[in-house]
């Protein structure tokens, strides 16, 4: 009985490439570009064309991302604190246990980098990285909307654009400078500027790494003959993959630099 389960897995399984691979040879030069390869990509990086009315003022895609994802994460903790934390147990149950380990393992990460003062910066890098987490899986969802030129276009990360990494990064920086000040006063102020390149690598590190993922899935949907199965596959494996490491690179640099700062 396995085995023929498994023999017809495989028919299907070959009906459904060959249907495609036909459906890829009829399809090659039939259909219609609305713009290059060149201007897709360099779009993807500029945002001069497929711009979103907000309020009569013409924004990129990104902006309106970043309203979005930062009122989920609003809501989400409203219900959170309202709903669930009072119900919590000493014997956690699973979302408990989720809970307690997406806060600790930041906590634990502000502990061992700053010693000496951490309640805060344990807050922001928890904050901070969330957000960047979930901002930067929200491109995954797919959510649509209508640009000023009536096409529809599908919302990217909020970090994706470059301004938002780089009030990411120039936010990280002065949250250290902070720390410096109320530790050290102008000697934590000294320790912090003479790392003054520190936000930009913060910026461009986000800024590169969410936009070569997207770049990648958009080259692969332009071209039809690639643009069957594989986008999923690339979209879902690039956006897990950065989604991880910038959250742990921006938390860990972020938290270290707070560090020596406070001693």
Known sequence: MDKR?????????????LALFIGVILLNGKYEKHETI????????????????????DVNPSLISGFVVTGILLLFAL???????????????????LIEEWVGY?????RSNSPHR?????????????????????????VQWTTTEGTSISLPAP?????????????????ILSGGIAQNKLKGVGKTLKDFSLPIS??????????SGMLVTELVYYYIQLSFVLPVIVGVLFTLLHALIQTYVLTMLTSVFYGEVTE
């Open 79 to 97: 219900i959170l604190r309202l709903f669930f934390i009072p119900r919590f147990k000493i014997k956690p149950g699973k979302f408990q246990m």
């Open 118 to 142: 951490n309640r805060f910066l344990g807050a922001y890098i928890f904050v901070s990285g969330s957000y960047v987490f979930i901002g930067t899986l929200f491109e995954l969802v797919g």
């Open 106 to 110: 930041f906590d634990k990460l502000a």
């Open 38 to 57: 060149q201007e897709a990509m360099r779009d993807a990086v500029l945002h001069e064309y497929n711009k979103i009315s907000f309020f009569g003022i």
């Open 5 to 17: 389960k498994r023999v017809h897995a495989m028919a299907i399984f070959l009906v459904v490439a």
């Open 202 to 211: 913060m910026s461009f590190r986000l800024f590169g790494a969410l936009l």
């Open 159 to 175: 970090l994706a654009d470059i301004n938002g990494a780089i009030m990411m990064g120039c936010l990280s920086y002065l949250v």
